[in-house]
């Protein structure tokens, strides 16, 4: 039987089983988790085939979007010309830093608000942790980082729910507002809309070279400094009607929830790999050839593969990659194309990328090409 030997250095725990000694440094928070943020998302078939039998229950006309649209949150009608957004997530920690851990689940957990176009109002924290395992110490330090992050966002952390648990989560239940005309879906682009991504991808496959201790000094915290992000810019963008359409990029990666986009709104993705913006540039290409490409990338690819044309391997990695906070996916009308780029550069959001553009359905959901965008 191991036992276990606290204290036996600094921030370690040391533990014996027989004649052999293993010892853990506690801050590696990585370590206590199977998998890493939105990558804990269970794989989109298998979702699917969960939620197939399920009854819809009680839908009460003022249920603007439920479930049925594998939308960013669930939209009630106040009756006031408002709507309520109320929306909840939460994973296992994808960086060893708990401060940083508390404010990426953070972040991501706004996202879902601002990407229906809304502004949030309250959050209340949803913990689990094993409590014979890690300090109570680090545990408040993920507290710290979320009330760091309501805090830019102007709302209260305003209480929350904890559990004993076998590995670590964190997450946030968020509630938020939003005006009936800036309501935005995921399934209502239309044909000719450009495709907009608000920030860079490869988010899984750095967080899972720091996980395999391949990650280079210089690219530390390339992949945090994004997720810490909240895509606020949503909020923004829910007074213009010129964006059709948006959502935000989690654990099923670009491509999934591309398709969700496509499929929802019966149009077809032309997507233009030049354009796609990476974190770090050709320095992830380094990751990709030192295999850290997250396992939920294949498990992405092999759900959506019979929707999209062939990708080369690099490009499988990087539009399957399972985002967390990632960006915002943005359809915009091609008449207003200048100014929301104009508009993104004055709300501070240089990095938006034109990535592609939507057309009528063809047979195939997304096909990629190879040539330079047009103009």
């Known amino acids: 039987m191991a036992r276990i030997l606290k204290g036996s250095r600094p921030n370690c725990w040391t533990w014996r089983t027989g004649p052999y000694e293993f010892t853990m440094d506690i801050h590696r928070l990585t370590l206590y988790s199977h998998g890493a943020g939105c990558g804990c998302k269970i794989a989109p078939d298998v979702l699917k085939q969960m939620l197939a039998g399920l009854p819809a229950g009680h839908l009460p006309p003022e249920l603007l979007v439920g479930r049925e649209a594998n939308d960013d949150a669930a939209v009630y009608d106040l ?78 952390l305003a209480g929350g729910h904890s559990i004993d648990a076998v590995e670590p989560f964190f997450g946030l239940a968020v509630t938020g507002r939003v005006p009936l005309s800036h309501i935005k879906r995921n399934n209502t682009a239309r044909a000719g809309d450009c495709l907009y991504l608000t920030k860079p991808l490869g988010t899984g496959i750095l967080t899972t070279a720091e996980k395999l201790d391949r990650l280079k000094p210089e690219d530390r915290f390339l992949a945090r400094d994004t997720m810490i992000r909240p895509n606020s810019l949503g909020a923004r963008l829910g007074a213009f009607a010129y964006v059709h359409a948006m959502t935000d990029v989690t654990g099923f990666g670009l491509l999934g929830h591309l398709w969700e986009v496509c499929d929802g709104s019966g149009l077809c993705a032309e997507i233009w790999p030049k354009t796609l913006p990476v ?26 593969q019979s929707h999209c044309s062939t990708l080369d391997p690099r490009l499988e990695a990087l539009m399957c990659d399972p985002q967390t906070s990632g960006g915002l996916l943005v359809c915009v009308a091609s ?20 990535i592609g553009r939507l057309h009528p359905y063809s047979g195939e959901e997304i096909r990629i090409r190879t040539g330079k965008p047009p103009m």
């Open 279 to 304: 974190l770090g540039g050709d320095r992830l290409d380094y990751y990709i050839s030192m295999q850290c490409v997250p396992a939920a990338a294949g498990r992405n690819w092999r759900s959506y």
């Open 335 to 354: 008449t207003h194309a200048r100014e929301f780029e104009e508009l993104c550069l004055s709300e501070g959001w240089p990095e938006v990328a034109r």
């Open 79 to 156: 009756g006031d010309g408002t709507a309520l957004i109320s929306t909840t997530d939460f994973f296992m920690p994808i960086v060893n830093d708990p401060y940083d851990f508390g404010r990426i689940a953070s972040a991501n957990a706004l996202s879902d608000v601002y990407a229906m176009g809304g502004q949030p109002l309250l959050a209340v924290a949803l913990l689990g942790w094993p409590v014979q395992q890690l300090s109570m110490d680090m545990a408040a330090e993920v507290l710290r980082g979320a009330q760091h992050i309501c805090r830019e966002a102007e709302i209260p």
